[in-house]
Antibody, heavy 117, light 112 residues
Framework: EVQLVESGGVSVQPGGSLRLSCAATGYMFSTYWMHWVRQAPGKGLVWVSRINEHGTITDYADSVKGRFTISRDNAKNTLYLQMNSLRAEDTAVYYC??????????WGQGTLVTVSS | DIVMTQSPLSLPVTPGEPASISCRSSQSLLHSNGNHFFSWYLQKPGQSPQVLIYWGSNRASGVPDRFSGSGAGTDFTLKISRVQAEDVGVYYCMQGLQTPYTFGQGTKLEIK
């Protein structure tokens, strides 16, 4: 059974940093692109970033470019999102997802990041 | 960026009745491999999103056959043949053709 489990979400002050993790089990992690998608409280879904199977291709939403870094450790079957210079508008539930030809076929349960002073 | 526009944004439905949601993209979602990189998701209350339809019309594994997707180019439709109580939630369309991937605003389906 495919499972994605996010962790690392906490409350942090503006300007702070955080690293989210997404542990993948039940499939060959190293053969799939992966994504991060976020959802602010009461709002819709917003794509954040994606990474290819090998970690050599990454893309970001303009709103996080230069502040967030997506990476992966295929030996540990884990996806990461390093978040720096956090702003109040980064407050959201962050989901990791597995990409299959342009669709997210599996999603994690999400981890809440709150940026507040 | 490709803009995704859903309608309606609110959809009250009587159980057993059909329902339909539309999504329009600002440019064609046809990939060079011949598939449309377009998908539908349902986010039930308090849950993560789940995929319903991918490549425009392919039902994902485990999705009931009352859900169907159609469309091509820039116009897509999700149909529920007979709405059931467990279908409540917010439905999103998404394009995965080019980054940034973009979602529609969401359509909230509620039971009358």
């Amino acid at each position: 059974e495919v499972q994605l489990v996010e962790s690392g979400g906490v409350s942090v002050q503006p300007g702070g940093s955080l690293r989210l993790s997404c542990a993948a089990t039940g499939y060959m992690f190293s053969t799939y692109w992966m994504h991060w998608v976020r959802q602010a409280p009461g709002k819709g879904l917003v794509w954040v970033s994606r990474i290819n199977e090998h970690g050599t291709i990454t893309d970001y939403a303009d709103s996080v470019k230069g502040r967030f870094t997506i990476s992966r450790d295929n030996a540990k079957n884990t996806l990461y999102l390093q978040m720096n210079s956090l702003r109040a508008e980064d407050t959201a539930v962050y989901y990791c997802g597995r990409d299959v030809a342009g669709a997210n076929d599996y999603w994690g349960q999400g981890t809440l990041v709150t940026v507040s002073s | 960026d490709i803009v995704m526009t859903q309608s309606p944004l609110s959809l009250p439905v009587t159980p057993g009745e059909p329902a339909s949601i539309s999504c329009r993209s600002s440019q064609s979602l046809l990939h060079s491999n011949g598939n449309h990189f377009f998908s539908w998701y349902l986010q039930k209350p308090g849950q993560s999103p789940q995929v319903l339809i991918y490549w425009g019309s392919n039902r994902a594994s485990g999705v009931p056959d009352r859900f169907s997707g159609s469309g091509a180019g820039t116009d897509f439709t999700l149909k529920i043949s007979r709405v059931q109580a467990e279908d409540v939630g917010v439905y999103y369309c998404m394009q995965g053709l080019q980054t940034p991937y973009t979602f529609g605003q969401g359509t909230k389906l509620e039971i009358k």
